[in-house]
């Protein structure tokens, strides 16, 4: 009920090229998933989010596709660039609660290629 | 966004000793703050949620005497890891939410701890 199952494990785009993550959700009660994007020791940055009343959003070059029915959400990142290269997590959560646990995917390291 | 500042960015301390890292909300104010434990190239694990002014929750399997939470004020929480071992080198995040921003989450920087 809490998992975020989240694909590919890693990813190799060419510069200019499109590079599309999917992640999965199983528990009906989120109502909030953000995209986070992280870089070698650092910590997480939150890149995008959206809520389940939209089939999608886009902020520049990054899009969140949601698919409420299926449980399924995606990052789509147009234009891709060597900057891009870093971890991307996708996540679920609650939104009117402050204390809700953020459920993370398991991650996906993004290469793009020059 | 908001700012949240954790410290320091890198700890080495001897095995036995115990360390505190410290995560700050700089422009507004946490009711809660999770800290989270990141092995390489792995996803973040939740060890525990704190709630200003009351003890904190951890999650299975995390011992709540061996990494001690406090969230004393609305802008400061702690985590110290007592009686390190190497075991327990690892890179150590917060994360806090508040009264601005109930939906956002933001993350600190993030913490290095070696244990040698």
């Known amino acids: 009920q809490q998992q975020v199952k989240q694909s590919p494990q890693s990813l190799i785009v060419q510069k200019g090229g499109i590079s599309i993550i999917n992640c999965a959700y199983e528990?009906?009660?989120?109502?909030?998933f953000p995209w986070y994007q992280q870089f070698p020791g650092k910590g997480p940055a939150l890149l995008i989010a959206?809520?389940?009343?939209?089939s999608e959003k886009k902020e520049g070059r990054f899009t969140i596709s949601f698919n409420k029915s299926a449980k399924q959400f995606s990052l789509h990142i147009m234009d891709s660039q060597p900057g891009d290269s870093a971890t991307y997590f996708c996540?679920?959560?609650?939104?009117?609660?402050?204390?809700?646990?953020?459920?993370f995917g398991s991650g996906t390291r993004l290469s793009i290629r020059p | 966004g908001a700012v949240v500042s954790q410290h320091p960015s890198r700890v080495i301390c001897k095995s036995g000793t115990s360390v505190k890292i410290e995560c700050r909300s700089l422009?507004?104010?946490?009711?809660?703050m999770f800290w989270y434990r990141q092995f390489p190239k792995q996803s973040l694990m939740l060890m525990a949620t704190?709630?200003?002014?009351?003890?904190?929750?951890?999650e299975q399997g995390v011992e709540k005497d061996k990494f001690l939470i406090n969230h004393a004020s609305l802008t400061l929480s702690t985590l110290t890891v007592t009686s390190a071992h190497p075991e327990d080198s690892s890179f150590y995040i917060c994360?806090?939410?508040?009264?601005?921003?109930?939906?956002?989450?933001?993350f600190g920087q993030g913490t290095r701890l070696t244990v040698v």
């Open positions: 994360s806090a939410r508040g009264d601005r921003f109930h939906t956002e989450a933001f």
């Open positions: 528990n009906t009660a989120f109502d909030y």
């Open positions: 959206i809520r389940p009343d939209v």
């Open positions: 996540a679920a959560s609650k939104r009117y609660s402050s204390a809700s646990k953020i459920i």
């Open positions: 422009d507004f104010q946490a009711t809660t």
């Open positions: 704190s709630n200003e002014g009351s003890k904190a929750t951890y």
